[in-house]
Every structure is written in structure tokens, then in C-alpha cells.
């Protein structure tokens, strides 16, 4: 990590030193201040990259500290730290601009990570307009297909992140395309020249992952007749991307722990180590951060895996992509078997109106097995799988844009309740779970008599 310029304000002799020698330790220049007023002293005397602030301070308090900072120097990140923590409290320094907010006693791992994350802020920011710049129209970034908000933001993030050096978490549920992101990351990053490899943490035994990940020694184990390089070692100079992360054995984050700390690796059998020289890109369909506070997961790993999160969204959440995503597969796999194919209006139709609880992953088996069932020069309905021909299928939420209120929604369910009696009212009120006279005057107010 680059070193930082960064400021310690609190009234407390050993809560001050105590930050500062963690800062010193962790290599970055920290001074101190007793208050407010000196801190905003020090400021005008020379930039600092993050200010560390208390919160409860006689004379001017760490909130107004804040507020002066970002008047001042809007670009310096502030942590406000504090032994009274309360959501509001929280919620003010955030909305006044403070980067995040953390509580006495102070955790070192987090504090450092929370450190981290916002002098990484810093740097993104100040690289942005020469990434924006510099960034090629025809680099891996146009494998993104859709043009919506989300996929611009997305797009966005990958710029920030790919000159950097730091370790990225990928989020988001199976089959939105993880691997995707981390292989445009890896293309738009000053690695690029190196290899990309990549580790499914979920599809290996704990010992066969040791081996994948480390390689072996000669004689190492019954069979291994030559060394073997493993995946940190094929990675040197380019980028090492474990997806599943989450599934990795307990025993086996110990020794990544130990790899990302030290930037060295033993192989299996081996009792010399070796350097690493890849970056790490993670990926996962869990909550990382709610696994680690369960104890699932390395509360100390996730927060070295989690430098930086990038996000990738569901199909749900970007449903106007699907028409392009539709037409960028159909191409794909007809362009595969030499045929031009189209979607027909129906067809796209009830495309936008499917679910796909599998995201784009599904999307594309839909339309490849379409494909396969049809052979004119366009697709149909009678193509699709039954699921979609299911006349039932039912817009979803981000498709609805005729949401019915909730007395038309109260209306048709009762209207339904008393077609399945035949028009028995003394069975359709239990089932609605409402006494006669209160069904005799919904009944009459929406005119179902």
C-alpha cells in the first residue's frame, strides 16, 4: 500500500498514540492533534491523504471538525471514531460527508481495513479522469453487453478498479457473470500481459485445492514424479481469480491468509518458499461479511479478499438488457452453425416477462435451446420451453408498470375465492377469513353480485 499522509485528532493521550503507532506500524506518516482547532492548523499547513477524528471533544467536536474539513478540503477522506456509537450519530457523520464511522475499543484489523478501503477511495478518485481518458472503446469492457444504469455503473467500477493493485471481492448471485468482470478487470489492468488464471474454490477437495492452488515438489505424494507449478506460481505477473471463495475450506483460508500476508506460497512437499506476484480477484453468490461474523467464514480474510467490492447485478434488476442480451446469444450460437435467425416480437415479449432466477446464464440456455428446436429464419413461441409458452406467466416486479391497486388486487381475489365455491358465501368468508356481513359489503362495493 502506498504511504499515506494521515491525520490523528482525538483529546486523549492514549487513544492518540495508540492510533498513531498503529498507522507507523502499518507504514503510513500519521501525526496528531488534541482538538479540533489545531488539527484544522495542521491542515493549512500541508495536505493530508484521511483524518481520523473523535467524535466527543471539548471545544470544537469531531462532527464539526468534519464539517470544516470537507468545506476546506473536500478531497480528504475523515473516519470519525468514537466510544459513543448510535446509529443516528452514524447516519449524521455520513450525511456530512465522513467516509465511514468506527467505535471504540478499536479492532486494529478493521480499523486498518476501513484505512485501506478509504485512502483506496483516494486514489481511485485522483486516477478517474486519466482512466476515463485512457480507457479503449474496443478493450474487454465492450463484453459487457446492455446499456442500462446498472451496467454503466458497472462498467464505471471496473475502470476505477483495474489499474489498481489492490484485491477486489466480485458480488453477486449465480450466473450475472462474475467471471465476466474479473476477466475486464484483468484485461484493463497494467497486468494484462500476464495470465489470467482462474480456481473454482467449490469444485475441489481440500486437498486437491492445496495442490491446484500451490503446485507440488517432486516425490511430494504416491505419483508426483516432477514439480508441478501451481495456479499462484502460473499466475506470477498476472491476475489469480478465485470465484466461490465462500466454499473454501476453514483450513485452507488459514493458508491463503497466510499467502496474501506474507506474498509468499510453500508448495505441497516443499520446505522452501516462494514469492507471489499475482494480483487476487474473488468472487462469490454470499454475504461474505454476515459468514465471517458467524464465524463461517475469516473475519481477518475477508476483510484482506474485500478491499474493494464490485457488484454485479441480477437480469431482474436490469430487465431492459434482456432484448439485446436475447439477440447478442441468438447470434452467437447461429453464427456457430451458420444461420441467420431472428426473435420474434412474441417471442421477445415473453422473454421480458420471465423470471430468471438462473440471470443471464439461463437467458442464454433459453435462447440456445431455442435455437436447437427451430429451423426457419426466426424463432417462435411454439420454440420456447413451456414455461415461457405458459400464457400465465405473470410480468414481474421490475417489468409491472400497471401495477393494479390494492382494491382492484382485493376485488379479483375475492371474485376468484367465489368461482372456486360457486358463489357459496358462507364458505368463501371462511376462507377469506372475514364474517358474512363484512363479504356481503365488499361484495357490494365492487359490484360482484
Not at 517432486?218 to 514439480?227: L, P
Not at 465471517?292 to 436490469?318: C, K, M, N
Amino acid at each position: 500500500m502506498k504511504r499515506a499522509r494521515v491525520l490523528v485528532v482525538d483529546d486523549e493521550p492514549i487513544a492518540r498514540e495508540n492510533l498513531v503507532h498503529i498507522l507507523t506500524k502499518a507504514g503510513h506518516r500519521a501525526s496528531a492533534a488534541e482538538d479540533g482547532r489545531e488539527a484544522l492548523a495542521l491542515l493549512a499547513g500541508e495536505p493530508f491523504d484521511l483524518v481520523l477524528t473523535d467524535l466527543r471533544m471539548p471545544g470544537m467536536d469531531g462532527m464539526e471538525l468534519l464539517t470544516a474539513i470537507k468545506r476546506r478540503a473536500p478531497e480528504t477522506e475523515v473516519i470519525v471514531v468514537t466510544g459513543h456509537a448510535a446509529v443516528e450519530t452514524a447516519v449524521t457523520a455520513m450525511r456530512l460527508g465522513a467516509f465511514t464511522y468506527v467505535s471504540k475499543p478499536i479492532h486494529v484489523e478493521e480499523v486498518l481495513a476501513q484505512i485501506a478501503k478509504a485512502l483506496e477511495k483516494t486514489a481511485m478518485r485522483r486516477e478517474l479522469t486519466r482512466l476515463r481518458q485512457n480507457a479503449d472503446p474496443a478493450s474487454g469492457l465492450s463484453r459487457l453487453i446492455g446499456g442500462s444504469d446498472s451496467m454503466e455503473a458497472l462498467r464505471q467500477s471496473i475502470i476505477q478498479v483495474a489499474r489498481l493493485e489492490c484485491n477486489v471481492l466480485i458480488t453477486g448471485e449465480t450466473g450475472t457473470g462474475k467471471e465476466l468482470v474479473a476477466r475486464t478487470i484483468h484485461d484493463l489492468s497494467p497486468r494484462s500481459k500476464g495470465r489470467f488464471m482462474a480456481v473454482n474454490c467449490g469444485a475441489f477437495s481440500e486437498e486437491l485445492i492445496s495442490n491446484e492452488l500451490f503446485g507440488h515438489e517432486r516425490e511430494a505424494f504416491t505419483g508426483a514424479g516432477a514439480r508441478r507449478k501451481g495456479l499462484i506460481e502460473a499466475a506470477a505477473g498476472g491476475t489469480l481469480f478465485l470465484d466461490e471463495i465462500g466454499e473454501l475450506p476453514l483450513s485452507m483460508q488459514v493458508k491463503l491468509l497466510r499467502v496474501l500476508q506474507e506474498r509468499t506460497f510453500l508448495r505441497v512437499g516443499g520446505t522452501e518458499e516462494a514469492p507471489m506476484d499475482a494480483r487476487v480477484l474473488s468472487a462469490t453468490n454470499k454475504d461474505l461479511k454476515k459468514e465471517s461474523d458467524t464465524g463461517a467464514f475469516r473475519q481477518d480474510l475477508f476483510y484482506r479478499l474485500d478491499v474493494i467490492t464490485v457488484h454485479v447485478p441480477p437480469l431482474s434488476e436490469r430487465r431492459e438488457d434482456i432484448p439485446e442480451l436475447a439477440r447478442h446469444f441468438l447470434a452467437k450460437h447461429a453464427a456457430a452453425s451458420g444461420r441467420n435467425v431472428q426473435l420474434s416480437p412474441e417471442v421477445l415479449d415473453k422473454l421480458l416477462l420471465y423470471e430468471y432466477p438462473g440471470n443471464v446464464r439461463e437467458l442464454e440456455n433459453i435462447v440456445q435451446k431455442a435455437l436447437a428446436v427451430s429451423e426457419g429464419e426466426v424463432i417462435e413461441s411454439a420454440h420456447l420451453l413451456a414455461d415461457l409458452r405458459d400464457e400465465r406467466i405473470r410480468p414481474t416486479r421490475g417489468a409491472r408498470r400497471d401495477w393494479p391497486s390494492l382494491e382492484e388486487h382485493e376485488k379479483s381475489y375475492i371474485r376468484d375465492v367465489l368461482e372456486e365455491v360457486e358463489g357459496n358465501k358462507s364458505k368463501a368468508a371462511r376462507i377469506l377469513g372475514i364474517d358474512r356481513v363484512s363479504l356481503w359489503r365488499k361484495v357490494k362495493r365492487y359490484g360482484l353480485e
